[in-house]
Structures are given as C-alpha cells and as structure tokens.
C-alpha cells in the first residue's frame, strides 16, 4: 500500500490525472500469471529442474592423455613443469592492448593532473611553469610507467608446447562445459563439421569429439601459429584422433 501511495503521488507530481494513474494500476495484476497448472514445482525437486544444467568434474579423454604424455617425453624441454608454471602466469598477468582512444584519455588526465601540480608549486616556491615540451615529456614518461606494454605474442615450437602443458585441460574444460549446455538445451543438434578459428593446440575439437563425435566428419583448425597446428595434429594422430 505504502509503494502504491508513493507512486500515486509521482504520477501526481508528473501532471497524471487520476483516470491515468487508474489506467496505470491497472497494467499490473493482482494475481500472478505464472503459469502452475501443472503444479511443477511441488511434484519435482528444484535440483532436477531443467533449467540446472550439471556438470560432472571434467577429465581429458584417455586418448589425449596419452598423446600428451607420450609428446612430453619426448621433448628435450629442461624443466619443463617450471617453466609451464611461469607460462601460465605470464598469460594470466597478460592485459589486452589498451585502445587508442583510451590512451588518449589518460593522456590529458595525466597533463591535466601535471600541470595543477606545477601551478601548485609554482604558487609555493616562484618561478615559471615548466615549458609545454618539458610537460609533454613527463606525461609520456607518466604513460610509460602507468601503462601496461603489450607486445604480439608469436607461439615458437617450445611456447606452443608449453601452451598445451599449461592450458589444454582448463581450456578443454571451459568449451565441454558450454558444448555440455548445447547438448542438453538443443539435444537434437547434430553437427556434420567444425570450423575453429585461433585453434591452439585443439582442445575445441578433442571437447567437440568427445560429444559429438559421431555425427561429427569434418574438422578443421585455423590458426596463425604453424607450431600450434602442427602440435595440434600430433596430438590427434598419437591419440587415434585422426
């Protein structure tokens, strides 16, 4: 009643009439419209509602286990579980480029900040403002410091192999866990061929298989590293993929 009254008296304010204001309540309902009729929530658990999709712990397929393990004994990496690790934090430490418009931005923030700051002084200890070369130097000298340097990272034939230590299982778990809800929400789709752009080292088409790999017939990876492409084909190869 409280929440009614206070609209009222919005609708009031604003200029509405009282035929409005009854028009508007009358949008609203008094009883819900959610359909029960069949009474589903009192006949089945909440867990087992369709909408919850489960998914069990996810484990690579043996196959590629095996292919993983046998392409790491082979490889002449020296202390290679040290420098995965360190791999592996470099890329969660790893920031996207910033954008140009940004960086401009922060620019002016930064000349901005700058420039109050020498008038400050100024006013304090006397003299002059710096020269607007002196100050555009401090705020590229500013940006540098403040500013993450991205640089292209180029996948060669031991950081590729590193890539696919460090992150074949969490990226085969996160596209199993979206291809598990394609499954369940539309269990009728059967894909004939998959197209994965920025392949890696496959774990898209080892989750694809493993779900669909009967209707599945046609696989093909694109990827701009011809390391990870060629780590990608032994591994499906050593793993009977193929």
Known sequence: MAAM?????????????????KRLATIVPNVSQVDNSSNFLNNIPHRKHPGILHLKCVKLPPELVQAISFWVAQSPIRDMEKKSKSFSNYLWSRKRPIELKDLRKKAQLLEQK??????VLVQQKGGS??????????VLTAIRQTTFHWEELKYTEELSFLYMVSRMDANYAAVSRAFHEIQKRVPDFQPKT????????????????NIWGESLKEYMNIDCSVHMLSLAEKLMRAGNFL
């Not at 403002?129 to 401090?138: G, I, V």
């Not at 998959?194 to 774990?203: I, N």
Request: hydrophobic share 40%; aromatic share 6%; charged share 30%.
């Open 5 to 21: 009254k206070h609209l009222r008296e919005a609708c009031v304010r604003a200029g509405f009439t009282p035929l409005i204001i």
């Open 114 to 119: 700058l420039r109050k700051d020498a008038e």
């Open 129 to 138: 403002l710096d020269e607007s070369d002196k100050l555009k130097q401090k």
């Open 194 to 209: 998959l197209l994965d752009f920025g392949s890696g080292t496959g774990a898209v088409s080892w989750a694809a298989h």
